[in-house]
């Protein structure tokens, strides 16, 4: 018995294809795991990391919890049911701590394998809904994880055209959106501490992304 009631069957059988990354904005651990499992909240995620790097299920991988919201990534509009959604026991102001990672980064390898997950498909809640969330928010490494195959990482190979920005974004996966909200989002993950109106470098980042992991390059 799973600790959460708050899941149903995923929608059309599908199986997940993607993993959602959160921080819990909530003061301890406890009081996540509280909301997380209380019906009246409607609210869930398959797992909840803590800050000591306490793994632990609420939601068997198989049904659909409650994480994602409205939102989209790569066409995909219903992401709660072709997602496993991560709760990092966060506030959203402070670094993640390290066991907490390396407890995260063990939990993808085994996700990722199980349900044939490929790193491009590991996002933020961010991703998914740029004009309403900002979980895991800029202190989270995704670099860290794209060294290790859980995520990716861009690797531009020369100058972008910052017109081109928003085009590059949406092919990637991001949804329709302005040009600020998307760089927004975009900048949290991979470019953390830039700022001012979008740049070829952004531009060119987004280029990279789309061309290796876009909607239209092969799933694998």
């Known amino acids: 018995m799973t600790p959460s009631p708050n899941f149903g069957a995923r929608r059309g ?3 997940p294809s993607l993993i959602v990354i959160h921080y819990t904005a909530m003061d301890s651990h406890e009081a996540a795991r509280a909301r997380l499992c209380d019906p009246a909240a409607e609210v869930s995620a398959h797992w909840l990391i803590s800050r000591q790097g306490a793994a632990e299920a609420l939601v068997d991988e198989a049904q659909r919890a409650w994480h994602a919201g409205a939102g989209e990534w790569a066409g ?4 709660n049911s072709q997602s496993i959604g991560i709760e990092l026991d966060n506030r959203g102001d402070h670094p993640f701590a390290e066991p907490q990672m390396a407890a995260l980064e063990q939990l993808l390898g085994g996700i990722m394998a199980r349900w044939s997950i490929p790193p491009q498909r590991v996002i933020g809640h961010s991703d998914m809904a740029p004009d309403r969330k900002s ?3 800029p202190r989270f490494d995704w670099r860290r994880l794209a060294h290790q195959g859980l995520s990716v990482w861009p690797e531009p190979a020369g100058a972008g055209r910052a017109p081109d920005f928003v085009p590059l974004a949406r092919r990637f996966g991001y949804p329709a959106s302005d040009e600020a909200t998307l760089l927004r989002a975009f900048r949290w993950r991979f470019r953390p501490f830039a700022t ?25």
Do not use: E, N, S
Request: net charge negative.
């Open 76 to 79: 995909v509009a219903d992401v």
């Open 196 to 220: 001012g109106p979008v740049t070829a470098t952004d531009a060119a980042m987004a280029a990279d992304l789309a061309t290796r992991f876009g909607v239209d390059a092969p799933f694998a």
């Open 135 to 137: 979980d895991p928010g």
């Open 13 to 15: 059988g599908v199986r």
